[in-house]
């Protein structure tokens, strides 16, 4: 079985046969000749550097397979556009700004129904469940920026019971310290524009650097 950091490194990305690049290129081609081997058409649908990454951050999850999106919050909007005529949205009371001004000043206006829970207090999101039309657990543990911490397995437990998809928002912690998916998370997401630190947080990783 692959190490941790194995997989970070060759998950999906094996050097090119025709050039030998051992770092996956930057491709910037939008578009791409008709009959390729590898089936790529346009880049909205998908482009060779932007797969090692969805690959690469999925494996290292656990997950079965990945997105990227240009932001955190781009992959917030696509969640809340999934949502079916008045289904709602559930987060917690100390859930990052932008998430909270995102679900309340631009979705809500345009018609999708949210609840505010703590979600350390597990009484109060089933009380949720049990009387709204919940369609997704948006919960973030640690949170930013107070880091407080909420239970996945109690949360995705819930959101079984009741047909909820549990999005974990594992922004914080990382796949290195905490890999939701393994704890009932039906989604997990990132934003990668707060890894700009991520070797002082793994100097702190033992066995795993
Ligand atoms: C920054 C942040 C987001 C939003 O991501 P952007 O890439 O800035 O859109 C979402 N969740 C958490 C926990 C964040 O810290």
Redesign the pocket.
């Known amino acids: 079985m692959k190490g941790y950091t194995t997989k970070s490194i060759h998950t999906f990305y094996t050097p090119d046969i025709h050039d030998g690049a051992v770092i996956p290129p930057l491709h910037l081609s939008t578009t791409y000749g008709i009959g390729n081997a590898r089936g790529y058409d346009y880049s909205r649908s998908g482009n060779p550097t932007r797969e090692v990454l969805e690959a690469t951050v999925a494996a290292l999850d656990g997950n079965a397979f990945g997105l990227a999106y240009s932001?955190?919050?781009?992959v917030?909007a696509n969640i809340v556009a999934l949502l079916g005529k008045e289904e709602r949205i559930l987060f917690s009371s100390d859930a990052?700004g932008?998430?909270y001004r995102f679900i309340v000043h631009v979705a809500h206006p345009q018609g999708i129904g949210y609840d505010i829970t703590d979600f350390s207090d597990l009484n109060q999101v089933e009380d949720v469940l049990k009387k709204k039309k919940t369609k997704v657990i948006w919960m973030?543990t640690p949170?930013?920026p107070i880091l407080k911490l909420a239970d996945i397995t109690a949360l995705g437990k819930l959101a079984k019971e009741h047909g909820v998809w549990l999005v974990v928002?594992n922004?914080?912690a990382s796949p290195i310290l905490q890999r939701p998916a393994t704890h009932g998370a039906d989604i997990v997401?990132y934003?990668?524009?707060?890894y700009t630190h991520i070797t002082q947080v793994c100097n702190f990783c033992e066995g795993m650097t």
């Open positions: 932001s955190g919050s781009a917030l990052y932008g998430t973030e949170t930013n928002d922004t914080f997401v934003s990668t524009t707060k």
